[in-house]
């Protein structure tokens, strides 16, 4: 079975300085992995997703991730941080079991510093 | 384009009273809904998935079933509500296209039982 380790509860950065969160997963086969961002009170929004093409994935917001086998990686990172970047981020993997499904990281804290 | 809506926003129910939440999504068909629910300060638990009309898949026994009348709705309920009931409910939705395929968030029903 798939599953999702965020190794960081909580990460605090200072603005315009760089983002790293990250996560490892664990899955029987090639995998999907997923990152998504969650606001306070609000839905979760699709960050970027890997799917076997380039290992490097950008997404929106200036935020990027990459795959890396050897190390069952896929952290996510971002250059200069913002302060809109406060959130909770979710490192997510797919499985199928019927119908496509998500498993989740229990996600991690970004706290930005002005 | 494709868009998803949760309704209500918030919601406060006494212990016993029953409940019904409603998702509907738009700009699709056929797709894959879900139901998770969202602890505080925890990550997402699958309850319900359907790939059809009327056919709903449950993950975890609960106090809670879900019905898909319609193509596009997806409905939450309970006859009895808990205090254990609390929460935050989202809805997604994905294309029935494989498990590279990303699910798309509803802005969730926050819950609270008195």
């Known amino acids: 079975a798939q599953s999702v380790t965020q190794l960081d509860s909580h990460v605090s950065v200072s603005e315009g300085t760089p983002v790293l969160l990250r996560c490892n997963y664990s899955?029987?086969?090639?995998?999907?992995l997923f990152w998504y961002v969650q606001h306070p009170n609000k839905g979760l929004q699709l960050l970027l997703k890997y799917t076997s093409a380039a290992t490097l994935v950008k997404g929106i917001n200036g935020f990027e991730a990459e795959f890396k086998k050897s190390e069952t990686s896929f952290h996510l990172t971002k250059p200069s941080a913002h302060m809109s970047d406060a959130a909770e981020y979710f490192c997510?993997?797919?499985?199928?079991?019927?119908?496509?499904?998500?498993?989740f990281g229990q996600g991690t804290r970004l706290t930005i510093n002005p | 384009s494709q868009t998803i809506h949760q309704w209500p926003a918030t919601l406060v129910q006494p212990v016993g009273s029953p409940l019904s939440l409603e998702c509907t999504v738009e700009?699709?068909?056929?797709?894959?809904l879900y139901w998770y629910r969202q602890a505080a300060g925890r990550g997402l638990q699958l309850l319900f998935y359907?790939?059809?009309?009327?056919?709903i898949s449950s993950e975890v026994p609960q106090n809670l079933s879900a019905s898909r009348p319609q193509d596009r709705q997806f409905i939450l309920s309970s006859k009895k509500l808990l205090l254990s009931d609390s929460g935050f409910y989202l809805c997604?939705?994905?294309?029935?296209?494989?498990?590279?395929?990303?699910?798309?968030f509803g802005d969730g029903t926050r819950l609270s039982i008195l």
């Open positions: 899955s029987s086969y090639s995998p999907s």
């Open positions: 700009g699709t068909s056929n797709p894959n």
């Open positions: 997604a939705w994905s294309n029935d296209r494989g498990r590279n395929q990303p699910q798309h």
């Open positions: 997510v993997v797919s499985e199928m079991r019927g119908a496509q499904k998500l498993v």
């Open positions: 359907s790939v059809g009309i009327g056919q």
